[in-house]
Every structure is written in C-alpha cells, then in structure tokens.
C-alpha cells in the first residue's frame, strides 16, 4: 500500500505561480512512474505531468514550458511548479504513483486560477 498526500494548492491569480508537493509514504519498494494529473469541473481526469525512476519527464501539451515536475526518491516526494497560470488550468490535482500495475492516488488538492 502507498499513501499520497498532496498540499501547496490555492487560489492565484492569472500568471502567478504555485508549487504542489506530494509525499509519498507506505511500501515503496518497486514504484515505477509518478506524477500530477488534474480534474476540472464537467470534465474527465487528465494527465498533467510525469516522471519515471530515472527521471525522465512528459508533460501535457497544455502545460509544456510553464510547469515542472521533479522526484526526489530520496525523500518520495514528488513536486510541480507552476508557472504562468491560467485560468483554464483551475482544477484538482492529483498525485499518482504506480507501482508495479497499481495506481495509486491522492486525495486532491484545489488549484484556482482567478482575478
């Protein structure tokens, strides 16, 4: 079992900047992938960013060049800046972690973008 505990979200103005963090704790051993996902209001869940356990990244076409994930295995953690908010980039974020053919989830954290 892995627990998933995400904080940092908030309400921001357009073009501002906010830092989600994820921490990770429970049965670590064999986590593959982890990473942020997001779900707006009326829409489905969608990817927002990964990271594999070499560090590798992939970002959604929405967010490339204004967010960035990072890992620190040391610590599970699992962090992404946000940069150049939009509006359109209101909604709850996740953290998910996969290990072995396993998602896990967290409970959410509400990112709001507003003037």
């Known amino acids: 079992q892995v627990q998933l505990v995400e904080s940092g979200g908030g309400l921001v103005q357009p073009g501002g900047s906010l830092r989600l963090s994820c921490a990770a704790s429970?049965?670590?051993?064999?986590?593959?992938?982890m990473g942020w996902y997001r779900q707006a209001p009326g829409k489905q869940r969608e990817v927002v960013a990964t990271?594999?356990?070499?560090?590798?990244?992939n970002y959604s076409d929405s967010v490339k060049g204004r967010f960035t994930i990072s890992r620190d295995n040391a610590k599970n953690t699992v962090d992404l800046q946000m940069n150049s908010l939009k509006p359109e980039d209101t909604a709850l974020y996740y953290c998910?972690?996969?290990?072995?053919?396993?998602?896990?989830w967290g409970q959410g954290t509400q990112v709001t973008v507003s003037s």
């Open positions: 429970g049965s670590m051993f064999g986590i593959r992938g």
């Open positions: 990271v594999n356990t070499l560090g590798n990244t």
């Open positions: 998910n972690a996969l290990l072995g053919v396993t998602y896990y």
